[in-house]
Every structure is written in C-alpha cells, then in structure tokens.
C-alpha cells in the first residue's frame, strides 16, 4: 500500500506448489475467473462492511457456479452482513433461482416486447403453488414466467454460405 500511494506498481502475483516446489505465476497468467474473483473482492468486503448496495452485471460471468452461490449466501449470512448491505445482480444463470437460495420477491425478469422494450417484474408477482416439486428454473425454462428469449427456429441467422 505504501509503495501504491507514492506511485509504485503494485506487481501481483500467486505462488503455486508443482511438482514439490514453488513456482510463482504472474496474475497475468490466472484464469479468468481468478481474475475476476480479485477485482470483486475488494468491492464485496467494502459493501458489507459498509452496507451499501453492489450492482453487479452478469455476476456468474467467468465464475464457477458454486464461488457465485457463496458469495450470494456471504449476502445472505447474518454473520458476514451485520450490516444489510445488498448485492444486485444481473445473470443468465438459472441454476441460482432456487427456493433455498432466493425468496420470490428477491428474483426479477427482464422481458423484451416485440419492439425490443424491456419490462421489469418479479417472480412475487406470479403465484406459485409451494407444494410445486418443479423448481423456479424449470418453470422459468417453460415459460411461465415470461422473460424468455425469442427464438425463430425458421431464421437464416446461422445459415452457413452456400
């Protein structure tokens, strides 16, 4: 930090045991989802710590499902948010609308029309029978909850040249 704030390059690196030895990896050379992990981390601890609001677009973007599950449930842990920050975020990850990971009103869809507006509206505002054994996501996959894309299976979109 002191070498930072007089100007300094801050050089970030990872140190990994192959083969019985230590070899050092430049940040460079991490996946993308270690990369991203980083550059989340600080804004996570600051919004908890702080108990503000994160906006994230396309969280599961280079991450594993479950590192994305874990972060959710660090937002949802009373222990790790003492202070009732909020994480809003945008996916197309379906596998996370599940009943023990998001209340109703916690999952939002965004719908195009024909004329490519978007509406915003909530999984609250359909009733769901609790009893349901079909989770959120098949019934999203369905359809019935709307917010699916428009698929023109007679389109020429992917037609390769003749």
Known sequence: IKDFNEGGIIDLQSVREI?????????EEESEGTKKLFSLAGPII?????????VLDE????LHPKLVRFLIEKFHDNDTN???AQLIFTTHDTHLMK??????????????????ASRI???HD????KDRSESYEAQYLKGLFGAVPFIDSQS???KAEQ
Do not use: A, C, M, P
Request: glycine share 4%.
């Open 59 to 62: 969280l599961h973007n280079h």
């Open 121 to 123: 509206y909530s999984l």
């Open 46 to 54: 600051d919004t908890l710590n702080e108990g503000s609001i994160l």
């Open 99 to 116: 009943k023990d990971l998001f209340r109703r009103d916690q999952i939002w869809f965004v719908e195009k029309d024909e004329s490519y």
């Open 156 to 158: 020429n979109f992917l």
């Open 19 to 27: 083969d019985g030895q230590n070899k050092v990896i430049d940040f």
């Open 82 to 84: 003492k202070t009732n």
């Open 126 to 129: 359909f009733s769901v029978r």
